[in-house]
């Protein structure tokens, strides 16, 4: 299967528009790969017919929306973020959630320090927030936990999953996994304490990444933290935090319209 430069174009749009991820062209191949997984599980046999259906069959655009997401997650990473949770954090909203990773190391981290907040995990791809239902990972998804955490929050698993951990009820209730798209939907009805927003505005443009800044402001409380991947940044963008540190964000002031 061959993309043209049409097709690959009319299919970059309907991505940046659905979720906001600028495919230029150095990701042709990526697109090319993720498409031919779907024409397969389909049986669609071109794309040209592939581009109709998307344009009719809602649950189809999102399972190829869930394909083209890129989701590289383990559990802790960029740990660092989490000294800046503290007990009056008792809203957190995990907002590209991936596949649960994110939530539930937040989870640990805050009980760990004595307190359990509320924590909302939201993510575009139905696949996976499935996942982090499930709350079933392989093990070296979890390879950087301390034993002691490992055997105090997990369960490994046996025979044929033993190559597996599942995470204990205790934590998984103190999650709860919704869709939610960062371009199109509507603000959240409750306000947050804090955000986790990381390595999404990565693959966003600069309009899209202000888009997105000001939608999570006017979703914190006064006062209330953005946190962003080590490797963004909003510099480049006109948004309404006040610049705290790399990664760290703040709202000082009332929230603007969008």
């Known amino acids: 299967m061959d993309l043209s430069t049409r097709q690959f174009e009319r299919l970059s749009k309907i991505v940046y528009s659905e979720c906001g991820i600028n495919l ?22 071109s794309v040209k017919e592939y581009l109709s259906v998307l344009e009719e069959d809602s ?18 990473r960029e740990s660092h973020h989490f000294k800046h949770l503290t ?29 359990k907040p509320t924590i909302v995990a939201s993510d575009i791809s139905t696949r996976m927030l499935k996942v982090g239902q499930n709350g079933i ?18 369960q490994k698993g046996m025979n044929s999953w033993s190559n597996h951990v599942r995470v204990k009820s205790e934590i998984k209730q103190m999650v709860s996994f919704k869709r939610y798209n960062l371009i199109s ?31 999570l402001y006017n979703a914190l409380k006064a006062s209330g933290y953005l946190i962003i991947g080590g490797a963004e940044s909003l510099n480049a963008i006109n948004h309404p935090f006040k610049y705290l540190q790399p990664s760290i964000y703040n709202k000082t002031c009332q929230p603007d319209k969008l």
């Open 24 to 45: 230029h062209e150095g990701k042709k191949a990526l697109l090319q790969s993720r498409l031919a997984k779907r024409l397969r599980s389909t049986g669609i046999k």
């Open 87 to 115: 007990k009056d954090h008792i809203n957190i909203w995990c907002a590209a959630s991936s596949s649960g990773e994110e939530p539930y190391s937040v989870a640990i981290y805050c009980l760990e320090n004595g307190f």
């Open 137 to 154: 990972y392989p093990i070296e998804k979890a390879k950087n936990l301390p034993p002691d955490i490992l055997r105090k929050y997990f």
């Open 59 to 76: 649950v189809e655009l999102i399972n190829f929306l869930d394909a083209v997401s890129t989701n590289h997650t383990y559990f802790f």
């Open 185 to 215: 939907d509507p603000l959240p009805p409750q306000k947050y304490d804090i955000i986790f927003c990381r390595n999404v505005f990565i693959y966003f443009d600069n309009e899209t990444k202000s888009h997105v800044a000001c939608k």
